[in-house]
């Protein structure tokens, strides 16, 4: 006996904040109560079903379903339903591909066509063996009948130079192939650097910051960490907008990235920077003091009004790292440090043992 369900219902494709996790609830839901195993091809079918009423996977759901029957894994497997079918339902129309995606799906495709050459020059090689032993019994056989050994030489004259003739064809797929995979090396290596860095700044995002720390503590180097705010920085967006305050933080991150040249400097995120020194706190004292004096003296103006955007400054916590330990401890001793420095007018640094512990 067939079992029944209440119909199916859909919901919007807004993925964003409250819906996204009404979406997702909703998802399980529907997996549950079809009996479905959660598998990404079936989390992918129910997006599509769910998002998208109209999409050919929805439909033909919708028909298997009619009247309130419960699908089963053997259903989808009879509609030929995939998750590259419903991927495709599921991504609005027009939309462009995630470059990481699109750079994904180039190295596949490079990876079967390095494949495709391999097997080609595997089976030539292969045939042209069998050939030449074909070839070779064929001879001992005419040379012990008739002592003849021409048609011998013909025939290896004829497979070698048929062979030669593969040979070149998988040399020139091969330098094709090469070609494409040093263009996708370098487009891969592209992409890398951007999932690297902020591109309000240029400077390297917290994840490169993250990668960073991890490396050189590895490697036994002494280091220490620096917290970086701008101080009333809401009040330059609220006065001025968001676009100055963008160009504030160009400024500020011009301004580190000269002072502590030769030092690790990044957008850790919003409006705070952070820098990784080597060497001793003493030492990065006195570089980041020198940036800090260095951007309070600059009198920012609005490029467009020539408004006066006054003295912009921004407050420091200093730590040092201690070996084996991992980033989140170091960090959160110097934000502490920093909120001290805040806490004790802003437009200063704080340090290990400047506040008690």
């Given at each position: 006996m067939?079992r029944?369900m209440?119909p199916?219902?859909?919901?919007?494709?807004?993925?964003?904040?409250?819906d996204?996790?009404?979406?997702?609830?909703?998802?399980?839901?529907?997996?549950?109560a079809q009996?479905?195993?959660?598998t990404?091809?079936?989390?992918?079918?129910?997006?599509?079903?769910?998002t998208?009423?109209?999409?050919d996977?929805?439909m033909a759901?919708?028909?298997?379903?009619?009247?309130?029957v419960r699908?089963?894994?053997?259903?989808?497997d009879?509609?030929?339903?995939?998750?590259?079918q419903a991927?495709?339902?599921?991504?609005p129309?027009?939309?462009?591909?995630?470059?990481?995606?699109?750079?994904?799906a180039r190295?596949?495709?490079?990876?079967?066509?390095?494949?495709?050459?391999?097997?080609?020059?595997?089976?030539?090689?292969?045939?042209?063996?069998?050939?030449l032993?074909?070839?070779?019994?064929?001879?001992?056989?005419?040379?012990?009948e008739?002592?003849?050994?021409?048609?011998?030489?013909?025939?290896?004259?004829?497979?070698?130079?048929?062979m030669?003739?593969?040979v070149?064809?998988?040399?020139?797929?091969l330098?094709?192939?090469?070609?494409?995979?040093?263009?996708?090396?370098?487009?891969?290596?592209?992409?890398?650097?951007d999932?690297?860095?902020d591109?309000?700044?240029g400077?390297?995002?917290?994840?490169?910051f993250?990668?960073?720390?991890?490396?050189?503590?590895?490697?036994?180097?002494?280091?220490?960490?620096?917290?970086?705010?701008?101080?009333?920085f809401?009040?330059?967006?609220?006065r001025?907008?968001?676009?100055?305050?963008d160009?504030?933080?160009r400024a500020?991150?011009?301004?580190l990235?000269e002072?502590?040249?030769?030092?690790?400097v990044?957008?850790?995120?919003?409006?705070?920077f952070?820098?990784l020194?080597?060497?001793?706190?003493a030492?990065?004292?006195?570089t980041?003091?020198?940036?800090?004096?260095k951007?309070?003296?600059?009198?920012?103006r609005?490029?467009?009004?020539?408004?006066?955007?006054?003295?912009?400054?921004?407050?420091?916590?200093?730590?040092e790292?201690?070996?084996?330990?991992r980033?989140?401890?170091?960090?959160?001793?110097?934000?502490a440090?920093?909120?001290?420095a805040k806490?004790?007018?802003?437009?200063?640094i704080?340090s290990?043992?400047d506040?008690?512990a």
């Amino acid at each position: 006996m067939s079992r029944r369900m209440p119909p199916l219902e859909q919901v919007p494709g807004n993925t964003g904040g409250h819906d996204a996790r009404t979406l997702f609830g909703r998802i399980g839901d529907f997996l549950f109560a079809q009996a479905l195993a959660p598998t990404p091809a079936n989390f992918a079918i129910a997006y599509a079903v769910l998002t998208d009423p109209s999409s050919d996977v929805a439909m033909a759901i919708a028909q298997r379903t009619d009247g309130g029957v419960r699908l089963n894994q053997r259903d989808l497997d009879e509609l030929g339903l995939s998750i590259d079918q419903a991927a495709a339902a599921a991504t609005p129309a027009g939309a462009e591909p995630q470059k990481g995606e699109t750079l994904a799906a180039r190295a596949q495709t490079q990876m079967e066509g390095f494949n495709d050459v391999v097997v080609r020059m595997h089976t030539h090689a292969r045939d042209f063996g069998r050939d030449l032993i074909a070839s070779a019994d064929a001879i001992e056989r005419s040379r012990i009948e008739q002592g003849a050994s021409r048609p011998f030489v013909d025939d290896v004259a004829r497979i070698t130079g048929a062979m030669i003739v593969r040979v070149r064809e998988a040399e020139q797929r091969l330098e094709a192939a090469r070609g494409e995979a040093e263009e996708l090396r370098q487009a891969l290596e592209e992409a890398r650097g951007d999932a690297l860095s902020d591109p309000l700044t240029g400077l390297p995002n917290r994840r490169a910051f993250e990668e960073t720390f991890a490396a050189r503590m590895a490697a036994g180097e002494q280091l220490c960490i620096a917290v970086c705010d701008v101080d009333h920085f809401k009040l330059v967006n609220d006065r001025f907008g968001h676009g100055v305050g963008d160009r504030v933080l160009r400024a500020i991150a011009v301004a580190l990235g000269e002072a502590c040249e030769g030092q690790f400097v990044a957008r850790y995120g919003g409006e705070e920077f952070a820098i990784l020194f080597d060497g001793g706190v003493a030492r990065a004292i006195a570089t980041i003091d020198e940036a800090r004096i260095k951007i309070a003296r600059k009198r920012l103006r609005v490029r467009e009004s020539d408004a006066v955007i006054g003295t912009v400054t921004f407050s420091t916590g200093l730590s040092e790292a201690h070996r084996g330990e991992r980033l989140e401890q170091v960090f959160e001793r110097a934000d502490a440090l920093l909120y001290a420095a805040k806490a004790a007018g802003r437009d200063c640094i704080f340090s290990d043992g400047d506040i008690p512990a």
